[in-house]
């Protein structure tokens, strides 16, 4: 049985989904105003002397932003060819919690639950995430991270244990005084350290102690830079992926799209560049 289609709805889609069209482009602008502003109406009504001077405008805005972001919601549903799939994906989420809490804050009128209502408001500032759609650079980060994620678990695992050693070191070299009253306290004394932020509550004392601090403070600046050389390492191979074109005799791979001859069998190389 085959299905009817509905030329609005694909339209629609084209709109709401596409960037390509005049119309897919006004959509994304609008609502990428939309998502700014809405986030900087969250931020001003956490200010009490700005809520209290404009907090009835800003409510109204809230109100108009929430509506549009639920208008958006429901259209996407609509136009989408698989209504399920979009709204158990990350970006269904996303734009579900950019409007639900709003109306979920109309439930909780007790003094009790304002508490919950300060939380509801809070992930409205989330709707900054709807952003990264709209950028091409956010989607190719994404991808370097994903792909990098093995590499970067294994360095946080390497830095946890670090931490650890060092922070069960200087436990039992001072002694348990001098804010090192227990493991995890000197632990947490090791990640302020090695991270080079230093907070200066906790503090060794002892000679042996200091020169352990400042060996954990040279290690900190060596490896602060590894996730950052393994991200932009995997956006480099990425982008050197992108510029390979194969030679279509003997399947080498080269690497600068300038070539017009494959410099291992001497056929002509067909350009990979955009027409």
Not at 108 to 125: D, E, G, M, P, Q
């Amino acid at each position: 049985m085959s299905s009817i289609r509905n030329p609005f709805r694909d339209k629609l889609l084209v709109v709401i989904f596409g960037t390509d069209t005049k119309a897919g482009k006004l959509f994304d602008l609008v609502l990428l105003w939309a998502i700014i502003l809405s986030v900087l109406v969250v931020i001003l009504e956490s200010m009490d002397v700005v809520e209290l001077a404009i907090g009835r405008y800003l409510m109204v805005l809230e109100w108009i932003f929430t509506i549009m972001f639920t208008i958006e919601y429901v259209l996407r549903i609509y136009a989408t060819r698989h209504p399920r799939k979009y709204i158990f994906s990350f970006w269904g989420f996303v734009d579900l919690f950019s409007f639900l809490p709003t109306y979920i804050g109309i439930l909780f009128t007790s003094v009790h639950f304002l508490v919950a209502i300060r939380i509801l408001r809070l992930i409205r500032i989330f709707r900054i995430l709807k952003l990264t759609r709209y950028f091409r650079e956010s989607q190719e980060l994404a991808k370097a991270l994903w792909a990098s994620a093995h590499r970067i678990a294994v360095f946080f695992l390497v830095l946890f244990l670090i931490v650890l050693i060092m922070g069960s070191l200087m436990y039992v070299i001072e002694g348990g005084v001098n804010g090192f009253e227990s493991i995890p306290q000197s632990i947490y004394w090791a990640i302020i350290t090695v991270t080079t932020v230093g907070y200066g509550d906790v503090v060794p004392v002892t000679s042996l102690g200091k020169i352990v601090s400042s060996l954990i403070m040279i290690i900190g600046y060596s490896i602060i830079a590894v996730p950052t050389g393994i991200i932009t390492a995997e956006i480099a191979r990425s982008k050197k992926d992108e510029n390979m074109i194969s030679c279509p005799a003997c399947n080498h791979i080269e690497t600068d799209q300038e070539s017009k001859f494959c410099r291992h069998c001497g056929t002509k190389m067909a350009s990979n560049k955009q027409p």
